[in-house]
């Protein structure tokens, strides 16, 4: 890979020069100064977009409840991104059930204090609900809101390819180009967790997102038992994170 990316700069500036967006990961687990991300606004292309990532003091200490002080102080820090900040990802634990006055105070809170895309991963299966969509629909539309109106109304018999031509797949790492193509695929086949994978690779682009979307999707729905025994067996240890 390294011959593809130029020789000279920061990691991000070289990464910046070849890709057109980047998650921000490691704002869950600290904060960052406002001129460091002041400092990665300045150091890529005006085109270029971040996805930062909503701390987990947030989503999985305080699970969402009274975190006005943290969420400000966030929003503070990475606003220094300008109009290079693309998407806030809230990534909710496995084990935050789904309670609407909560889920509902907290969204409308966090879009009282910015008009950036936000994107939320749940995943309990109680937000696979009408009553939690009628909670995220409070959302004002967006381009990731429009993607997954045409993701209902695209037909389920046409070829992922096609599909990802339409709906993004994720080559610009953005929420409205990965979502609406990884819920497509996913409502797809609900009760196949490998046919729900392999239609989602097969729309090639950002493949790891839309199946980690897409896969998760299914999981809830159709249960562990849904997931091929040898994918279970061969699944890499994960380093438990201080």
Same mark, same amino acid.
């Given at each position: 890979?390294?011959?593809?990316?130029?020789?000279?700069?920061?990691?991000?500036?070289?990464?910046?020069?070849?890709?057109?967006?980047?998650?921000?990961?490691?704002?869950?687990?600290?904060?960052?100064?406002?001129?460091?991300?002041?400092?990665?606004?300045?150091?890529?292309?005006?085109?270029?977009?971040?996805?930062?990532?909503?701390?987990?003091?947030?989503?999985?200490?305080?699970?969402?409840?009274?975190?006005?002080?943290?969420?400000?102080?966030?929003?503070?820090?990475?606003?220094?991104?300008?109009?290079?900040?693309?998407?806030?990802?809230?990534?909710?634990?496995?084990?935050?059930?789904?309670?609407?006055?909560?889920?509902?105070?907290?969204?409308?809170?966090?879009?009282?204090?910015?008009?950036?895309?936000?994107?939320?991963?749940?995943?309990?299966?109680?937000?696979?609900? *009408?009553?939690?969509?009628?909670? $995220?629909? @409070? +959302?004002? %539309? #967006?381009?990731?809101?429009?993607?997954?109106?045409? !993701?209902? /109304?695209?037909?389920?018999?046409?070829?992922?390819?096609?599909?990802?031509?339409?709906?993004?797949?994720?080559?610009?790492?953005?929420?409205?180009?990965?979502?609406?193509?990884?819920?497509?695929?996913?409502?797809?086949?609900? *009760?196949?967790?490998?046919?729900? $994978?392999? @239609? +989602?690779? %097969? #729309?090639?682009?950002?493949?790891?997102?839309?199946? !980690?979307? /897409?896969?998760?999707?299914?999981?809830?729905?159709?249960?562990?038992?849904?997931?091929?025994?040898?994918?279970?067996?061969?699944?890499?240890?994960?380093?438990?994170?201080?």
């Amino acid at each position: 890979m390294g011959e593809h990316f130029p020789t000279t700069g920061t990691h991000l500036e070289r990464y910046a020069r070849v890709l057109p967006a980047v998650e921000i990961n490691s704002s869950f687990y600290r904060p960052h100064r406002p001129g460091t991300y002041a400092r990665w606004r300045d150091s890529v292309p005006e085109t270029f977009r971040f996805a930062v990532k909503v701390p987990k003091v947030i989503t999985h200490e305080l699970r969402l409840r009274d975190a006005r002080e943290p969420l400000e102080r966030f929003l503070g820090e990475a606003g220094h991104l300008e109009a290079k900040l693309g998407c806030l990802l809230v990534q909710l634990p496995p084990s935050l059930q789904h309670e609407r006055e909560t889920a509902r105070a907290f969204f409308q809170s966090l879009r009282e204090r910015t008009a950036v895309d936000v994107v939320c991963e749940p995943r309990h299966r109680t937000w696979f609900t *009408d009553e939690a969509r009628q909670v $995220l629909d @409070c +959302t004002p %539309a #967006g381009a990731t809101r429009q993607g997954l109106e045409k !993701a209902r /109304a695209w037909p389920r018999d046409t070829s992922p390819s096609s599909a990802a031509r339409t709906l993004g797949s994720g080559q610009k790492v953005l929420a409205e180009d990965t979502v609406p193509f990884a819920v497509w695929c996913a409502a797809r086949h609900l *009760d196949s967790f490998e046919e729900a $994978l392999w @239609c +989602t690779v %097969a #729309g090639f682009g950002d493949r790891d997102t839309t199946c !980690a979307m /897409a896969g998760g999707i299914v999981a809830l729905s159709a249960g562990r038992s849904s997931i091929p025994a040898k994918w279970l067996s061969a699944r890499e240890p994960l380093r438990r994170r201080v």
